[in-house]
């Protein structure tokens, strides 16, 4: 049987996210929206630390799903290193970005070359992934230190991260739960 390159692949997820309707038709097969208590999930991060949602009870977290394939994706990482991460781990904020279907090993060594330092953890049978979506990435959910989600978005847009940096900074404002 033939498979689709990764170049075809990747033209298909630019087209995806590139185009309004398809991506809201995307969204709305995502399983978490705001206000919705976040699941519970478990991973291992490429540092070999076991971290569950309850790791990060009290912080604002934001858990990004991503696929080293991704065009859209590599674009927005870069982003929530230096935009979100670097800005706002000293203030309270959590990141952990999850590969889907790649394992730890895959992460570890795609984060070297990208130069991250991001916590992240792969996904390789998308256990963490289909419990809050069913398809679409670049993923983005936005916990607030009450467990709960306050932000969402799919696919990369410079509109939605902004968006996404002003929901960050709006929950580390508030008190601790």
Request: net charge positive; proline share 6%; glycine share 6%.
């Amino acid at each position: 049987m033939n498979f689709p390159s990764r170049k075809v692949l990747s033209a298909f997820s630019l087209m995806l996210c590139a185009l309004p309707s398809i991506a809201a038709e995307v969204d709305s097969e995502c399983k978490v929206k705001p206000g919705d208590a976040a699941p519970a999930f478990s991973a291992v991060t490429t540092d070999n630390a076991q971290v569950s949602l309850s790791s990060y009870r009290g912080k604002v977290l934001l858990v990004n799903l991503f696929a080293t394939w991704c065009p859209p994706c590599r674009k927005e990482l870069p982003l929530v290193e230096k935009d979100v991460w670097q800005k706002y781990k000293d203030q309270g904020l959590a990141v952990l970005v999850l590969g889907r279907e790649h394992s730890t090993a895959e992460i570890k060594e795609f984060k070297s070359k990208q130069k991250l330092t991001v916590p992240m953890a792969g996904d390789p049978k998308r256990e963490v992934f289909n419990k809050f979506a069913v398809r679409g990435i670049p993923r983005n959910f936005l916990i607030g230190k009450n467990g709960k989600v306050v932000f969402t978005s799919v696919g990369y847009t410079d509109a939605d991260f902004a968006e996404l940096k002003r929901s960050i900074e709006r929950e580390l404002a508030k008190p601790a739960v």
